[in-house]
């Protein structure tokens, strides 16, 4: 079984890494505050999580659901970390991959739709077991209206992991199965996670200054 709610914590405090300590993308340089989460970092939990991931859906075949746009390095690590087991271990899991486009915010709020605005029919995944892979959860809402569609197509099983979940006053106690880091109520950007659809094509996970919010707004 999963560890249910065991997830590696960075605090409130944390003041995480300069960003001249680090490699990143000269023209995002000024509009950063600091690296919190860097990529080698995010690369070594989430090969745990493909660990536990196998060890718990493994024996059944899994059709990994990512969540577009922002789900979209973290899914294709993941995968690569369960290929990996698959190829050295006794137990393999076939695996299958879906994509669903949703949104939900615009400059760093979340709005109160949830819009699903492209990928497969989710009724190929009726009798199904349904990994969804997801950036982020901050009030729940994306996931749980996810999961309420979902549940109208009949999987045999979902379960859902996200590499970050945003501890915040706005969430509405939903929490994944499979969690990579529980952050603070910041707006983080990079490893595909975005503002306005910039600082995907940044390899840490970061924080934006105030500045850049403003350049970038829409
Ligand atoms: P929720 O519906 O409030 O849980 O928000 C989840 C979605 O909002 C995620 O899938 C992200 O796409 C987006 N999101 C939430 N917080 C952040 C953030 O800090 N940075 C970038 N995107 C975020
Ligand atoms: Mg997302």
């Known amino acids: 079984m999963a560890e249910f709610g065991r997830v590696p914590q960075i605090p409130d405090d944390e003041k995480g890494y300069e960003l001249d300590l680090f490699c990143v993308p000269k023209h995002y340089e000024e509009d950063l505050d600091r690296v ?9 939990r989430t ?3 493909a660990r536990d991931i196998v060890r718990d859906m493994g ?7 990512c969540v577009l746009k922002g789900g979209y390095k973290f899914f294709s690590d993941l995968l690569d970390y369960i290929k990996a087991l698959n190829q050295n271990c006794d137990k393999s899991v076939p ?3 879906d994509f669903i486009r949703l949104k939900s915010y615009c400059n760093d709020q979340s709005t109160n739709s949830v819009k699903v605005i492209g990928g497969d029919e989710l009724s190929t995944l009726t009798g199904k077991n349904v990994l969804i892979v997801e950036d982020i959860v901050e009030t729940g809402r994306t996931m749980e209206t996810l999961l309420s569609l979902l549940s109208e197509c009949n999987p ?6 996200s590499l970050l979940v945003k501890r915040t006053p706005r969430g509405s106690g939903y929490r994944p199965d499979y969690m990579g880091f ?3 109520d910041w707006f983080l950007v990079g490893y595909a996670l975005d503002y306005n ?22």
């Open 36 to 44: 919190i989460i860097p990529h080698g970092l995010i690369m070594d």
């Open 47 to 49: 090969e745990r999580l």
């Open 59 to 65: 024996g059944h075949h899994i059709v990994a659901l």
């Open 95 to 97: 695996l299958t991959v």
């Open 156 to 161: 045999k099983m979902v379960k859902v992991v």
């Open 182 to 184: 529980e952050v603070p």
């Open 197 to 218: 659809e910039y600082f995907r094509d940044l390899g840490h996970i970061c924080i934006l200054n105030e500045k850049a919010k403003v350049k970038y707004k829409v």
